[in-house]
């Protein structure tokens, strides 16, 4: 039996649309041993909505491991496996559910058949089940990680940023991924490319440079957050009212619905929920920590 903690993660952080991405001290646990046949045990966040069979997204990604790992296992290969998740990742709240859901499961088998694949190899594998790196990339290799989606797979490099804290405003709605993206625009202005640039470049130094000052700048956006708020009623309001408790910047939280804050002055989380509860929303805080281990194996037996 294998069994691998895997952390939530906060994705774009503002400009870093699809590039960026930062793990969070908050986690799914999961273990997975060989069975005759497929069983799914889930508790925690989504015990109610996941599903118990093999379309379950961690057990697809545990067959996919295997199938690729193929003859390079060291071990027999199980023809099917006993999951059991305990979750405490809300779902669909821009946290990474589905990447953790993704490398808990991969990671696990691959544990499990005696490791054949190499972080690369399982980076680029849950990246294809995701449809882009910038939450599975932290989710398995902690800390805070660019990356970029190449023909050729994944190029990314991890950095430790300064030691930070956070809030994380989590509304009592969901948002879907494929929802947020639709929403895009196909083209935008130049000079709201250039925003971007700019500020995504300055997000990097500030966090891996001990400058959390200039998040306020560097966690603005023009190609995502302004398309999205529409899903997000009162996301403009929660964000000023983080920056107006002492954070240093705030940004959409992946695609949403949650919103994270940099900064841990304590009147940060009832600022951000009180902005959501006027906008008509319930809402919960979660103070967070960055995690810098990523996805690890805890325990083999």
Avoid: K
Wanted: glycine share 10%; with cysteine.
């Amino acid at each position: 039996m294998i069994r691998v903690r895997v952390p939530a993660t906060s994705a774009n952080l503002g400009p870093g649309f699809d590039a960026v991405g930062i793990a969070l001290r908050l986690y799914n646990t999961l273990t997975l041993e060989p069975a005759a046949a497929p069983q799914i045990e889930i508790q925690g966040e989504g015990e109610r909505a996941l599903p118990r069979d093999p379309t379950h997204l961690a057990y697809r990604a545990a067959v996919a491991v295997v199938a690729r790992a193929g003859s390079s296992a060291h071990v027999p290969v199980p023809g099917a496996f006993r999951l059991r998740q305990h979750n405490r990742i809300p779902l669909a709240r821009g946290l990474g559910s589905s990447a953790a859901a993704i490398l808990g499961g991969a990671v696990a088998a691959n544990a499990l058949v005696g490791g054949p694949l190499d972080s690369q190899a399982l980076l680029d594998l849950a990246t294809e089940m995701e449809g882009h790196p910038d939450n599975v990339a932290p989710a398995l290799l902690g800390g805070l990680v660019v990356c970029a989606r190449t023909q050729d797979g994944v190029r990314w490099m991890r950095l430790t940023p300064t030691r930070l804290r956070g809030v994380v405003a989590i509304p009592d709605y969901a948002v879907s991924t494929d929802e947020a993206r639709r929403l895009l625009p196909a083209h935008v202005p130049f000079a709201d490319a250039v925003f971007n640039v700019t500020r995504t470049a300055l997000l990097i130094a500030a966090l891996s440079g001990g400058r959390p000052d200039l998040l306020r700048e560097a966690t603005q956006d023009r190609l995502h957050q302004p398309y999205r708020e529409r899903l997000i009623p009162g996301f403009a309001g929660v964000v000023a009212a983080a920056r107006q408790a002492g954070a240093y910047g705030a940004a959409l939280s992946g695609s949403g619905s949650s919103v994270l804050a940099f900064g841990d002055a304590p009147g940060i989380g009832d600022a951000m929920a009180a902005a959501f509860r006027a906008a008509g929303a319930g809402c919960r805080t979660l103070a967070v920590e960055i995690d810098t281990d990523g996805t690890v194996v805890e325990a083999v037996a």
